[in-house]
C-alpha cells in the first residue's frame, strides 16, 4: 500500500485529525428504527450492522492468522470510524471469522526488511487502530474465539469487557519479550489497567501466553464461556451494558481513560521515533528473521 495508505483513506472517510478521536463528544440513544441488518466488507473485515439492537458485529477474515498489517490496521480503523459515525449504532462485537484464532499480532513482515518511513506508517496505524477503539464511544466487547498473543491479545485489552472460548488450546498474552520485542507503555499501560501492576510486570518479562483458564484466573478475560454459546454471550453482555444511559457510560469511560489516551497524545512521534530505532537495530532484525523462518519451517 502506497503512503500514506492510512492518512489517505481517513481523509476519505471523514476520518478526525489523527490522535483527536477520542475528544468525539457522547452520543445520544438513536431512534427507534424498524429491525433491519446491514452489511458492508472491505478485504479483511466483515461488518455486519443491526440496526434494531443498536449493535455491529467486527469479524477479522485475513486468513490464515489474522495478522495486524498495514492493510488490516487500516481497513480495521475505516470500519471502527463508520460505526461510530452511524447513530444507529451504539455496541460492536469483536470476533474472528477465522478458525481458532482471534489475532496472531503484529505483522512480523511489516516490521522486517523496510524502509524507516514504511517502519513509521505501520507504527502510526497501530497507535490509531488503538486509540480509536480505546477511546470509542460505543461499547465494545471482545468476543475472543481463538489464540490471541501479542497484539491481538492487545485489541481485546483495549475492549470494555472480554469473553473468551473455553478451550485450553486457546492462549492469550503480551509476549513479545519472547521474540525480543519491548512491549511500548502504552501497551503495558492497558495491560496494568486490566490486571493489575504485579501481574503485569512478570507476565510482560517473561512474555508468558496465558492459556484460556489461567486468562480467566489473573483477571485477563472476564468470563469463559463453551466455544458453541460465545456469540449468544457476547449479544447478552452487550444489552447489558446498553440498558445504561448511554451518556454516563460514555463519561464515566472518558474519565477512566482519559490519562491513558493523553499519554500517548502527548508522546505520540517520540513513540515512532522510539519504533524506528528500535525495530531497525541490527540484533532485532535478525531475531525476527530467525522467528521468520521458524514459522516458515513449522508450515512446511
Given at each position: 500500500?502506497?503512503?500514506?495508505?492510512?492518512?489517505?483513506?481517513?481523509?476519505?472517510?471523514?476520518?478526525?485529525?489523527?490522535?483527536?478521536?477520542?475528544?468525539?463528544?457522547?452520543?445520544?440513544?438513536?431512534?427507534?428504527?424498524?429491525?433491519?441488518?446491514?452489511?458492508?466488507?472491505?478485504?479483511?473485515?466483515?461488518?455486519?450492522?443491526?440496526?434494531?439492537?443498536?449493535?455491529?458485529?467486527?469479524?477479522?477474515?485475513?486468513?490464515?492468522?489474522?495478522?495486524?498489517?498495514?492493510?488490516?490496521?487500516?481497513?480495521?480503523?475505516?470500519?471502527?470510524?463508520?460505526?461510530?459515525?452511524?447513530?444507529?449504532?451504539?455496541?460492536?462485537?469483536?470476533?474472528?471469522?477465522?478458525?481458532?484464532?482471534?489475532?496472531?499480532?503484529?505483522?512480523?513482515?511489516?516490521?522486517?526488511?523496510?524502509?524507516?518511513?514504511?517502519?513509521?506508517?505501520?507504527?502510526?496505524?497501530?497507535?490509531?487502530?488503538?486509540?480509536?477503539?480505546?477511546?470509542?464511544?460505543?461499547?465494545?466487547?471482545?468476543?475472543?474465539?481463538?489464540?490471541?498473543?501479542?497484539?491481538?491479545?492487545?485489541?481485546?485489552?483495549?475492549?470494555?469487557?472480554?469473553?473468551?472460548?473455553?478451550?485450553?488450546?486457546?492462549?492469550?498474552?503480551?509476549?513479545?519479550?519472547?521474540?525480543?520485542?519491548?512491549?511500548?507503555?502504552?501497551?503495558?499501560?492497558?495491560?496494568?489497567?486490566?490486571?493489575?501492576?504485579?501481574?503485569?510486570?512478570?507476565?510482560?518479562?517473561?512474555?508468558?501466553?496465558?492459556?484460556?483458564?489461567?486468562?480467566?484466573?489473573?483477571?485477563?478475560?472476564?468470563?469463559?464461556?463453551p466455544e458453541e454459546k460465545l456469540k449468544d454471550r457476547a449479544t447478552a453482555v452487550m444489552q447489558q451494558w446498553l440498558a445504561l444511559p448511554d451518556h454516563a457510560r460514555q463519561l464515566t469511560k472518558t474519565m477512566m481513560r482519559k490519562a491513558v489516551l493523553d499519554r500517548l497524545v502527548a508522546h505520540r512521534e517520540e513513540d515512532v521515533q522510539n519504533f524506528i530505532s528500535f525495530i531497525s537495530k541490527e540484533s532485532i532484525q535478525k531475531s525476527l528473521r530467525m522467528y521468520m523462518e521458524m514459522l516458515k519451517k513449522k508450515k512446511s
Amino acid at each position: 500500500m502506497a503512503a500514506p495508505a492510512l492518512a489517505r483513506c481517513m481523509a476519505r472517510t471523514g476520518v478526525l485529525p489523527l490522535g483527536q478521536a477520542w475528544g468525539r463528544a457522547p452520543r445520544l440513544p438513536p431512534s427507534p428504527l424498524p429491525a433491519q441488518r446491514r452489511a458492508f466488507s472491505n478485504n479483511k473485515v466483515l461488518v455486519e450492522l443491526d440496526e434494531s439492537a443498536g449493535v455491529a458485529t467486527m469479524k477479522f477474515k485475513s486468513p490464515p492468522v489474522n495478522s495486524l498489517s498495514l492493510d488490516f490496521l487500516t481497513e480495521f480503523c475505516i470500519s471502527l470510524e463508520k460505526l461510530e459515525n452511524d447513530r444507529a449504532c451504539r455496541g460492536v462485537i469483536l470476533t474472528s471469522a477465522v478458525p481458532k484464532i482471534f489475532s496472531s499480532g503484529l505483522d512480523i513482515t511489516e516490521m522486517c526488511g523496510k524502509s524507516t518511513e514504511h517502519y513509521a506508517e505501520f507504527w502510526r496505524a497501530v497507535q490509531e487502530m488503538w486509540l480509536r477503539l480505546y477511546s470509542s464511544n460505543m461499547v465494545t466487547v471482545a468476543a475472543v474465539n481463538g489464540s490471541s498473543p501479542a497484539g491481538g491479545c492487545l485489541i481485546a485489552l483495549t475492549c470494555d469487557y472480554r469473553i473468551m472460548a473455553e478451550n485450553p488450546k486457546f492462549s492469550i498474552g503480551l509476549n513479545e519479550a519472547q521474540l525480543g520485542i519491548v512491549a511500548p507503555f502504552w501497551f503495558k499501560d492497558t495491560f496494568v489497567n486490566v490486571v493489575g501492576h504485579r501481574v503485569a510486570e512478570s507476565s510482560l518479562q517473561l512474555g508468558s501466553l496465558h492459556s484460556a483458564p489461567e486468562a480467566h484466573r489473573i483477571g485477563l478475560v472476564d468470563e469463559l464461556v463453551p466455544e458453541e454459546k460465545l456469540k449468544d454471550r457476547a449479544t447478552a453482555v452487550m444489552q447489558q451494558w446498553l440498558a445504561l444511559p448511554d451518556h454516563a457510560r460514555q463519561l464515566t469511560k472518558t474519565m477512566m481513560r482519559k490519562a491513558v489516551l493523553d499519554r500517548l497524545v502527548a508522546h505520540r512521534e517520540e513513540d515512532v521515533q522510539n519504533f524506528i530505532s528500535f525495530i531497525s537495530k541490527e540484533s532485532i532484525q535478525k531475531s525476527l528473521r530467525m522467528y521468520m523462518e521458524m514459522l516458515k519451517k513449522k508450515k512446511s
